[in-house]
């Protein structure tokens, strides 16, 4: 079975803070994303990336930046956190081709910045 | 940009009685179709995809899906729901030519179901 692991299941941070959250995937997928999930707003893509040290923003990439330097891992960098990204992060990996299947996703990082 | 909908924030509903519900996209082009589902404390489950062919596409537990294309929507049916169906229900689209296949997901349902 594909594995896709995220290093912490519940974070607490201050606010300025410099965060990292990590993802790493067993199958050799080309593609990672990660995503937040908030109430009502269902899941929204932060970053994702096809390749190692490859990134392309989504749809809320503001305060995040993201790191691909080896195949298997990537993670989320919360520069400076805020209590607006409060939230549970879900990191997410699958093939290039997507007719093979739907995405892997973790078990996420519920985050709470105070 | 695609975009999704799904119409009901919170269903609640007795078991054996039927569900659907909704999902619309917008997106002009060739699109790939999914319903996940997230049961309490667990991550994210695929339910069921359409890629092409037949519009009506069986998945797991008993859910089917409707692919209507001139409607834009990919409604999720089960005939008779059991109390273990309670969860959060995400429609979700792609687009295949777009580089890295990000889906984009609707805001999701909660579904609850009375024993």
């Known amino acids: 079975d594909v594995k896709v692991t995220q290093s912490s299941r519940y974070l607490v941070k201050r606010t300025g803070e410099k965060v990292f959250l990590e993802c790493v995937q067993d199958m050799d997928h080309e593609n990672m994303f990660w995503y937040r999930q908030d109430p009502g707003l269902g899941l929204r893509l932060i970053y994702f990336?096809?390749?190692?040290?490859?990134?392309e923003k989504g749809d809320i990439p503001e305060g995040y930046s993201v790191s691909r330097e080896k195949k298997e891992r990537f993670s989320l960098i919360l520069e400076s956190a805020s209590t607006n990204q409060t939230s549970m992060y879900l990191c997410?990996?699958?093939?290039?081709?997507?007719?093979?299947?739907?995405?892997?996703f973790g078990s996420g990082t519920r985050l709470t910045v105070v | 940009a695609q975009s999704v909908s799904q119409h009901n924030h919170h269903v609640i509903l007795s078991e054996a009685a039927s569900l659907e519900l909704g999902c619309n996209y917008s997106?002009?082009?060739?699109?790939?179709l999914f319903w996940y589902v997230q049961y309490p404390g667990q991550h994210l489950q695929l339910l069921l995809k359409y890629f092409s062919g037949d519009p009506l596409v069986k998945g797991i537990k008993g859910f089917e899906a409707e692919f209507i294309k001139s409607k834009f929507s990919f409604n999720l049916r089960k005939p008779s729901v059991q109390w273990s169906d309670t969860a959060e229900y995400f429609c979700?689209?792609?687009?295949?030519?777009?580089?890295?296949?990000?889906?984009?997901f609707g805001g999701g349902t909660r579904v609850l179901v009375k024993p």
């Open positions: 979700a689209v792609n687009a295949p030519q777009a580089a890295g296949n990000k889906l984009t």
């Open positions: 990336s096809y390749d190692v040290k490859m990134k």
């Open positions: 997410a990996s699958t093939f290039s081709g997507i007719s093979t299947g739907g995405y892997t």
């Open positions: 997106y002009g082009g060739t699109v790939n």
